[in-house]
């Protein structure tokens, strides 16, 4: 949730950082914004409301841009405090205009700040809560002729909130000062150059190496290196991580778009996420990010699994294959309602939390609360060195290469993939045969082809979705474990395509949303040939007695459904505890097609942003 790149080093730093904010845009896309130093400690700067490229065009009208600046920052936003407004949008200033800076994250205490200030003379410029740090800095400086390191030191110890910051002070030129917390920073070290940016999409280009900043660090970056510092002035050393994934991979290549390219390459997730990690000659999955845990993990008696969005859905699903096969109770629950109860924990109790970005400050909250009960707390996450990664005590990395798409996807089936796989670990732990671990593991190593296969008819897909591009409303209805798919297929349609759709468990249908079925009124069933389709079959005649269109998808070669669903779509046969992996590839081709059919931005869906860094 909003995009920050600063850069210091030998280069001009406009167009590295104009191709890194483009980079980066998937965090926020209503205003955008740069403010670039050189060393003679001339600025320059320009916002502009709207996508990155119309800053980018206003830039490059500018010839002042051209110049030798070396160092400087920049901003994508996504609106917290402070309507979408060019003085709302990033960098802000202080009076003087000699302190910039970009922030993520939000101040709590701002309207306090803000009253003092302006009552010592301050005068504000935009309605956000960021400018308060731009005029504690310069207060803090002219009070004490502090350095800009210090005076942002003084500054984050009267801050109550969270933050991500890049600052510079245009009276010390070569220097960047960062800081961090709960929002994420991280710094790429190259030859003889800096990075520092919310995520390493934008650092990737240039370094393979990186260093995350802790919750409560700040860093002080110069010319000649770098250094970090917690707010009580204690030096920190901390050893650089390596990138797993390449530049081109955050490239959209030859698709219109990235969702439509991470749709494409879920057979490749699939199989990164498996890789190494299933042993079928000895029946069973190896999770090295376990390694070393079994005997703790054979004392969980139960397990709660917490989430957002769609790595929500994927725990639900996980709740399902963990008492299938391993047979010991599993709760999930929304993290940002788990968080804010009073949760009980009893012994035997491990915390998993599932985060594609690792740094979804809801995810990150109730994982706090959990470690403070001082329960195992594991994890899945995409990013390596993400705060999720750092926090919890041990887990299993995604390996799917950067999303970038707004819409989560990719990451849902390689979520659920790990999710499975530690399923039949713990029922390995647990006396699950290996002929039922055989069972499902053959087929599973296949699912990329037979992913494969329904993307290569996404065409009939597009058909079905032209059809009912006019609809305002959809139910999607499955059962068991088709009941998480159908949550997130509504999910996909209704945050890239705005038709307001719903997921139910279809067994729901009758005690209540029933009632809104009438001709106009589609329902899409999730119902592959499993142990409750003969179910989901009669519901499916309980709609069509009331004249409610119907979408089916099935499992290849059952004829049933011709003549009762208006429309079927068809996946691969397989065991009935895989049908999700399958299930869930044509729902989120519905929603692309159904979004692109209505002209909206796949990508960049209104008012959402790729990883939600605020609570
Ligand atoms: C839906 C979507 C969101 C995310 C959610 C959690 O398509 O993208 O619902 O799934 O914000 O994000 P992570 O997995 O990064 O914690």
Request: aromatic share 8%; with cysteine.
């Amino acid at each position: 949730m909003c995009g920050i790149f600063g850069y210091l080093g030998k280069r001009k730093a406009v167009p590295i950082l104009v191709e890194g904010i483009k980079n980066l845009e998937y965090r926020g896309y209503d205003s955008a914004g740069m403010a670039v130093a050189s060393d003679k400690g001339r600025v320059i700067s320009a916002k502009a409301v709207g996508p990155v490229v119309y800053l980018e065009k206003k830039i490059k009208k500018n010839r002042l841009f051209n110049g030798d600046l070396m160092a400087g920052l920049v901003h994508s936003r996504w609106a917290t405090h402070g309507g979408v407004t060019e003085k709302n949008a990033h960098p802000h200033t202080d009076c003087s205009k000699n302190i910039w800076l970009a922030h993520n994250g939000i101040i709590e205490n701002y309207s306090e700040l803000k009253s003092d200030l302006i009552s010592k003379g301050h005068k504000f410029k935009s309605q956000t809560d960021t400018e308060v740090i731009a005029h504690l800095i310069e207060e803090a400086k002219k009070k004490n002729s502090l350095v800009l390191e210090e005076a942002v030191r003084v500054t984050l110890k009267s801050i109550k909130g969270t933050y991500g910051l890049v600052i510079f002070d245009k009276r010390e030129p070569g220097k960047l000062v960062i800081a961090r917390n709960f929002s994420p920073l991280v710094l790429g070290l190259g030859k003889d150059e800096l990075f520092v940016a919310s995520d390493a999409t934008p650092i990737a280009p240039h370094t393979k190496r990186l260093v995350y900043l802790k919750d409560g660090e700040m860093a002080v970056l110069k010319k000649g290196g770098y250094k970090i510092f917690n707010l009580d002035k204690k030096e920190i050393n901390r050893r650089h991580l390596d990138i797993d994934w390449s530049y081109e991979q955050a490239q959209k290549g030859n698709f219109p778009d990235f969702t439509l390219k991470e749709i494409f390459e879920q057979p490749i997730a699939l199989e990164n996420s498996c890789r190494g990690r299933i042993d079928l000659k000895n029946k069973k999955t190896v999770l090295g990010g376990l390694a070393g845990l079994e005997n703790e993990l054979l004392k969980i008696r139960r397990l709660i699994i917490v989430g957002s969005g769609t790595a929500h859905h994927a725990g639900m699903l996980g709740k399902i294959f963990v008492e299938e096969l391993a047979g010991f109770p599993v709760v999930t629950d929304i993290a940002s309602e788990w968080h804010y109860r009073r949760p009980v924990f009893q012994k035997g109790d491990a915390f998993l939390v599932i985060s594609q970005s690792g740094e979804t400050a809801d995810t990150l909250a109730a994982l706090r609360g959990a470690k403070k009960k001082k329960i195992l707390t594991l994890g899945i996450t995409n990013v390596i060195g993400s705060t999720l990664a750092r926090e919890t005590n041990a887990g299993v990395y995604q390996h799917i290469g950067p999303e970038i798409g707004v819409a989560a996807t990719k990451s849902f089936v390689s979520q659920s993939a790990i999710l499975l796989q530690m399923a039949i670990f713990f029922g390995k732990q647990r006396g699950l045969s290996d002929a039922a671990a055989y069972k499902i593991l053959r087929t599973f190593r296949n699912l990329p082809k037979l992913v494969q296969k329904i993307l290569d008819k996404s065409e009939d897909i597009k058909a079905v979705a032209e059809k009912y591009k006019d609809s305002r409303d959809f139910l999607f209805l499955g059962r068991k474990y088709n009941c998480p798919v159908a949550y997130e297929g509504a999910l996909k349609l209704k945050e890239i395509s705005y038709v307001h759709a719903e997921g139910l468990p279809t067994g729901e249908l009758k005690h209540g949303p029933i009632a809104m079925i009438d001709k106009d009124f589609p329902s899409f069933f999730i119902m592959p040939k499993d142990s409750v389709y003969d179910k989901n079959f009669s519901n499916v005649q309980e709609i069509k007695a009331r004249r409610g269109p119907v979408l089916a998808l099935t499992t290849e070669g059952n004829e049933d459904l011709k003549g009762l669903a208006d429309d079927v779509i068809y996946v691969p046969e397989v065991p009935e505890i895989l049908y999700p992996f399958l299930a869930v590839i044509p729902l989120q081709l519905f929603a692309y097609f159904s979004a692109v059919l209505r002209g909206q931005n796949v990508d960049k869906p209104r008012n959402l942003a790729k990883s939600v860094t605020v609570e």
